[in-house]
């Protein structure tokens, strides 16, 4: 598999379109022509990163933070980001980032964290809704499969955490080829009746153009009968942030020490627990949530776990949930595993390997 397929595929499963305006998701260094001799996969790309991926025979690092955030005007080695540049070029190494793209998919970051501590109902916080359109194909039955899979491989088909979804009928199409045309089957001249299927898919508004592209492009027909209906349904189509349920409540003492041996966390800082009695929904979200407080409040949660919050940040806790920070890395440690299986779905013919290098900056005394 080359870079470019590689990247292809990841674009797909984590949409540019869904990374919030500051960040810089997708390839930032690399050739796309290279064939992948291996993958590594981590949360942040230090230099012993780069190392580690030569080391162990990856030239493909699939990170969660961008390397590069903003303009690189240079690359001389002036501080540490120019310096990996430099090193993943001269290694050849490309390096890919999944970050805010990987947050707000469905089954992102902060899932990831909410199937940790075992919740349940697990929802968006803060949800993206999207238009929704159904797409109507008719094909010959003997090429409704070629279709349907150009549809699923572009996001088309998908409801909640469903996917492949489609509905058919089987029927009579009829058509009449006149001069200029080169049909499929019938002749010039004739009306033709092919056995056909009437078959519908839901596509949100995000992934419409390319699931278009992609069924004239499986379609054998020279002009495929393609209809387009918008509906008045949205769909929860990705999100920041989790809230969910807590099979058994616990005394918020109890869920701290969870929470802590749950995330390896060698500190954690909290407010005020006196105020809950039992900590029965949770929000979360990986990274720097603090700014959801006021949504996991309007969503009922007894208490808010993320990281990077500020000193007058947990004085929210006053007038909603229970303000947990853990940590920056600590909440996102498992996305390494949303990668992996990512990946896995891809029936990769290349070796996935985890970074083993400490790349959290932070010490605790
Ligand atoms: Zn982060």
């Given at each position: 598999m080359k870079v470019s397929e590689l990247t292809k595929y990841l674009d797909r499963e984590f949409p540019l379109s869904l990374q919030e305006s500051y960040d810089n998701c997708g390839l930032q260094v690399g050739d796309a022509d290279s064939d992948i001799t291996g993958v590594l996969l981590s949360i942040d790309v230090v230099e012993a990163t780069v190392d580690e991926a030569v080391e162990k025979g990856c030239n493909f690092i699939l990170?969660?933070?961008?390397?590069?955030?903003?303009?690189?005007?240079?690359?001389?080695?002036?501080?540490?980001?120019?310096?990996?540049?430099?090193?993943?070029?001269?290694?050849d190494v490309a390096i890919y980032a999944a970050h805010t793209s990987a947050d707000k998919i469905i089954g992102?970051?902060?899932?990831?964290?909410a199937e940790k501590l075992s919740l349940e109902n697990v929802v968006p916080l803060e949800a993206d809704n999207e238009q929704v359109y159904k797409v109507v194909v008719y094909v010959p039955v003997a090429d409704k499969q070629k279709v349907s899979d150009a549809v699923y491989a572009n996001g088309g088909g998908s409801i909640g955490a469903y996917d492949c979804c489609s509905f058919s009928v089987d029927g009579?199409?009829?058509?009449?080829?006149?001069d200029g045309c080169n049909p499929y089957v019938g002749n010039i001249g004739e009306i033709h009746t092919e056995k056909e299927s009437r078959v519908e898919y839901v596509v949100?508004?995000?992934?419409?153009?390319?699931?278009?592209?992609?069924?004239d492009e499986a379609h054998p027909y020279e002009e495929p009968a393609i209809d387009v209906i918008k509906l008045e349904n949205t769909i929860v189509s990705a999100g920041m942030g989790v809230v969910g349920d807590l099979k058994t409540p616990v005394v918020p003492l109890e869920f701290l020490k969870r929470v802590k041996e749950t995330f390896r966390c060698e500190m954690l800082k909290y407010t005020d627990i006196n105020k809950v009695e039992t900590i029965r929904r949770v929000a979360l979200c990986g990274g720097?949530?603090?700014?959801?407080?006021?949504?996991?409040?309007?969503?009922?949660?007894?208490?808010?776990v993320t990281g990077d919050v500020k000193?007058?940040?947990f004085f929210d806790s006053y007038d909603g949930p229970i303000i947990a920070?853990?940590?920056?890395?600590?909440?996102?440690?498992?996305?390494?595993?949303?990668?992996f299986n990512v990946l896995s779905k891809n029936n990769i013919k290349f070796a996935v390997q985890n970074s083993t290098i400490k790349s959290n900056p932070i010490n605790y005394l």
């Open positions: 990170c969660h933070h961008p390397l590069i955030f903003r303009g690189v005007k240079r690359i001389t080695g002036a501080n540490y980001i120019e310096r990996i540049i430099r090193k993943a070029i001269k290694s992102g970051v902060s899932y990831k964290m009579a199409g009829t058509f009449k080829a006149n949100s508004r995000r992934n419409l153009t390319k699931v278009l592209k992609a069924v720097s949530g603090s700014d959801l407080v006021g949504l996991a409040k309007k969503m009922g949660a007894d208490i808010m000193y007058h940040q920070d853990i940590g920056h890395y600590e909440s996102e440690q498992y996305t390494k595993e949303i990668f």
